[in-house]
């Protein structure tokens, strides 16, 4: 099938196109700069390069975000535009991937992602909303950003269950070979861990000497951290562990 893949330079956009090809799908990766294998521009801020990034797509996984920038016209009016520069006749699948979480969780990216799920489920196409947990790379720059000198603070009880993201690609293969499920389907990984035991379990593998300092974080999005709405209730889940992550060498 022709998929094309929004985000195509990203985290998780890298690790899908050799998977999808080897699927012998043909790919053709958006981005703005349109760089790296089958890429091509597509700005979702703008709409610029759109249509022609769009044009022929049968399948369409979409993972294109701005989470540092501005969410609300990247991932929200973005989406919008992407709904509306689709070939209605010939998208058969829109994979959404969103984050397990986002309708329970007080945040403001979050309240984003969860806008562009309405948005693609009042679209009309043919769309799964696969809700994802966080995957390990991310997890390892949080955490290399949250250290100060020796001192590694972290949320004190917050639960999590993240995953990796190579396998994240490969469920996506699965994704998008199933009919539209129309609906949030949710994927995470092998097992739920505190923010505090992942900390521990990095600093013994990328910072020794680092001490972990759990810290208690007040208010309605600590809450739900502590309550568990960033793990997943039901759907598939990875195999590879956090801790078998940080087994290889970092890159
Ligand atoms: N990271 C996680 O732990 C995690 C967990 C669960 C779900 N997710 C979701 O999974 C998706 C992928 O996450 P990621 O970590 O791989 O993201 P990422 O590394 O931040 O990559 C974001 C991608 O979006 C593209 N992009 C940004 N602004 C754009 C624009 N205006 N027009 C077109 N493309 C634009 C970027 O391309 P250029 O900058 O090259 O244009 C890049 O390819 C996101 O939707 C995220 O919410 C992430």
């Known amino acids: 099938m022709d998929v094309l893949v929004t985000g195509g330079t990203g985290r998780l956009g890298q690790r899908l196109i ?22 091509v521009r597509g700005d979702l801020a703008t709409g ?36 509306e520069a689709v070939d209605r006749d010939r998208l058969r699948h829109l994979v959404y991937v969103s984050i397990v979480g986002v309708d329970r969780i007080p945040y403001g990216y979050y309240r984003a992602k969860f806008a562009a799920e309405q948005v693609l489920l009042a679209s009309g196409l043919p769309v799964t909303l696969l809700r994802v947990t966080q ?21 004190m009880g917050w639960r999590v269950q993240p995953v990796d993201v190579g396998d994240v690609a490969e469920h996506i293969g699965t994704v998008i070979a199933a009919p539209p499920a129309g609906d949030v389907v949710e994927y995470g990984g092998p097992e739920e861990l505190s923010a505090a035991d992942l900390a521990r379990s990095w600093v013994a593998a990328r910072s020794p000497g680092t001490h972990v300092v759990a810290t208690p974080v007040p208010g309605k999005l600590g809450a739900a951290f502590r309550d568990g709405a960033a793990c997943p209730t039901g759907g598939a889940r990875g195999r590879r562990t956090y ?9």
């Open 135 to 155: 995957f390990h790379d991310f997890v390892d720059l949080l955490l290399d950003t949250a250290r100060r000198g020796p001192v590694l603070p972290v949320p």
């Open 18 to 39: 050799g998977p999808l090809q080897a699927a012998g799908h043909s790919v053709k990766q958006m981005s703005r700069r349109g760089t790296g294998p089958g890429g």
């Open 48 to 83: 610029r390069d759109l249509g022609s990034a769009v044009a022929g797509a049968e399948v369409i996984v979409h993972a294109a975000s701005d989470p540092r920038g501005d969410p609300w016209q990247v991932d929200v009016a973005g989406t919008r535009r992407l709904v």
């Open 243 to 251: 801790a078998e992550h940080l087994r290889r060498p970092a890159h």
